[in-house]
């Protein structure tokens, strides 16, 4: 039976895109299987103790870029830093994710669009259009997937996966939760290939 990663995450998250190709190596060099859980941050955060990033104390805020650039090389990326139309409203973008997983459909070939066109082209996935062009790049119904990200049956899940987030101990972007082992961050990815590589039980907080 394939080891089983629940990925929260959500499309607003720098750090989501630094490392989602990677992780989606690791859990198939390894056989893993993945359920996708994208998460609303600042729900997320008010519930476990986080701040947004503009309520967080200027050196938290300074250090955040020196670590983004770190990471742009370390994971040989191209990205901006402080992209035009970033903070936006990711609820239409991650519901479409869910909405493409209802319809039985796999978003990866979205997200794989998605992330950069956030971070490197600079797009505002705020706006239903662009992600509506996004969604048909991946060869997936964009404007049926948009118009189903604001159902109720998309925000029931969009809920659930902040309860499951919670009740998992997660309380950021990205998550990967192994066998109930929490491993978060995408600076913690090779200690997530570490575990699945050794085939070891899952480490818990009791002493």
Do not use: C
Not at 1 to 21: E, K, N, T, V
């Amino acid at each position: 039976m394939p080891r089983h990663i629940d990925y929260y995450f959500s499309l607003q998250s720098p750090w989501a895109y630094i490392g989602h190709r990677l992780f989606r190596d690791i859990a198939a060099s390894h056989g893993a299987a993945v359920a996708v859980k994208p998460v609303m941050l600042l729900d997320l955060f008010a519930e476990t103790g986080g701040l947004p990033l503009a309520r967080r104390h200027p050196a938290r805020q300074r250090y955040r870029i020196v670590e983004l650039k770190r990471w742009r090389d370390k994971r040989g990326l191209d990205f901006h830093l402080q992209p035009r139309n970033w903070p936006f409203n990711a609820r239409l973008a991650d519901g479409v994710v869910i909405a493409a997983m209802q319809a039985g459909l796999d978003p990866e070939p979205y997200l794989q669009r998605a992330f950069p066109a956030i971070w490197e082209q600079q797009l505002n996935l705020g706006d239903a259009e662009v992600i509506t062009r996004l969604a048909d790049a991946a060869g997936l119904p964009g404007r049926d997937l948009v118009a189903k990200s604001g159902s109720d049956a998309v925000a029931a899940v969009y809920e659930q996966n902040r309860q499951d987030a919670i009740a998992a101990d997660v309380f950021g972007s990205p998550a990967y939760v192994l066998d109930g082992e929490i491993f978060w961050g995408q600076d913690r990815l090779e200690l997530l290939a570490d575990a699945l590589k050794s085939g070891r039980s899952a480490y818990t907080s009791e002493p």
